[in-house]
C-alpha cells in the first residue's frame, strides 16, 4: 500500500512511462532489506519480476560511460544516466538534492517530488488517475481498502496530490 504501489498503478494508467535500470531495481532490493525487518528476500525479488513484466520497456542500460559524464552526486549519477538514456522527463525523488536543478536541466530533465510529480499528473489526467487509485485498492483483500484509506496513509507525504483528489471526489 505504499508509494511505489501507487505511482505504478498511476504508470499502469499509461499516464507515464516508468524508467529505471537493473541497477536501480538493486538499488531498490537493498533498500527495502535495510529498512523493513523481517522481509523475505524472495518477496522482494517477485514483487521486482513483476515489476520488470508489468513495464517491459522500463529498463535501460546506460552505458558505463554516459553514467561517468553525469555531474549530479556521485552516488546516484547511475540514476541521473537511466533517466538520460530513458528520454525521461522527470526523475521522481525525495532526495532532490542529489540532482541539482543546474545539471539536469540542461539534460531536459526535471526534478520533482512525488507529491509534486503526483499532483502535475492528476492535474493533466484526473480521471485516468483517480481510476488507477480505484485499481489498485481493488487490488487490496486483506485487509479491503477504500480509495479514501489509501488518500488517508498518504497525506503526510503526498499532501498537494491528496489535496487535489479529495478536491475533485467532492
Same mark, same amino acid.
Given at each position: 500500500?505504499?508509494?511505489?504501489?501507487?505511482?505504478?498503478?498511476?504508470?499502469?494508467?499509461?499516464? $507515464?512511462?516508468?524508467?529505471?535500470?537493473?541497477?536501480?531495481l538493486a538499488e531498490?532490493?537493498?533498500?527495502?532489506?535495510?529498512?523493513?525487518?523481517?522481509?523475505?528476500?524472495?518477496?522482494?525479488?517477485?514483487?521486482?519480476?513483476?515489476?520488470?513484466?508489468? $513495464?517491459?520497456?522500463?529498463?535501460?542500460?546506460?552505458?558505463?560511460?554516459?553514467?561517468?559524464? =553525469?555531474? +549530479?552526486?556521485?552516488?546516484?549519477?547511475?540514476?541521473?544516466?537511466?533517466?538520460?538514456?530513458? +528520454?525521461?522527463?522527470?526523475?521522481?525523488?525525495? +532526495? =532532490?538534492?542529489?540532482?541539482?536543478?543546474?545539471?539536469?536541466?540542461?539534460?531536459?530533465?526535471?526534478?520533482?517530488?512525488?507529491?509534486? $510529480?503526483?499532483?502535475?499528473?492528476?492535474?493533466?489526467?484526473?480521471?485516468?488517475?483517480?481510476?488507477?487509485?480505484?485499481?489498485?485498492?481493488?487490488?487490496?483483500?486483506?485487509?479491503? =481498502?477504500?480509495v479514501d484509506d489509501?488518500?488517508?496513509?498518504?497525506v503526510d507525504r503526498?499532501?498537494? $496530490?491528496?489535496?487535489?483528489?479529495?478536491?475533485?471526489?467532492?
Amino acid at each position: 500500500m505504499g508509494l511505489r504501489d501507487t505511482l505504478l498503478s498511476v504508470a499502469q494508467a499509461d499516464v $507515464f512511462r516508468p524508467i529505471w535500470s537493473l541497477e536501480i531495481l538493486a538499488e531498490v532490493r537493498r533498500s527495502i532489506l535495510r529498512s523493513v525487518p523481517g522481509v523475505e528476500p524472495a518477496r522482494i525479488d517477485r514483487m521486482l519480476d513483476d515489476m520488470q513484466a508489468a $513495464f517491459p520497456d522500463a529498463t535501460v542500460s546506460p552505458c558505463p560511460r554516459l553514467v561517468s559524464r =553525469m555531474r +549530479n552526486d556521485p552516488g546516484d549519477r547511475h540514476v541521473l544516466a537511466a533517466a538520460v538514456a530513458g +528520454n525521461a522527463q522527470a526523475i521522481v525523488t525525495w +532526495n =532532490m538534492r542529489h540532482f541539482p536543478i543546474s545539471v539536469c536541466r540542461p539534460l531536459g530533465i526535471a526534478v520533482c517530488s512525488p507529491d509534486e $510529480f503526483l499532483a502535475r499528473a492528476h492535474a493533466d489526467s484526473p480521471e485516468a488517475v483517480e481510476s488507477a487509485l480505484s485499481r489498485q485498492v481493488a487490488r487490496y483483500t486483506a485487509p479491503p =481498502m477504500t480509495v479514501d484509506d489509501l488518500l488517508a496513509r498518504h497525506v503526510d507525504r503526498l499532501p498537494s $496530490f491528496i489535496a487535489a483528489v479529495r478536491a475533485r471526489r467532492t
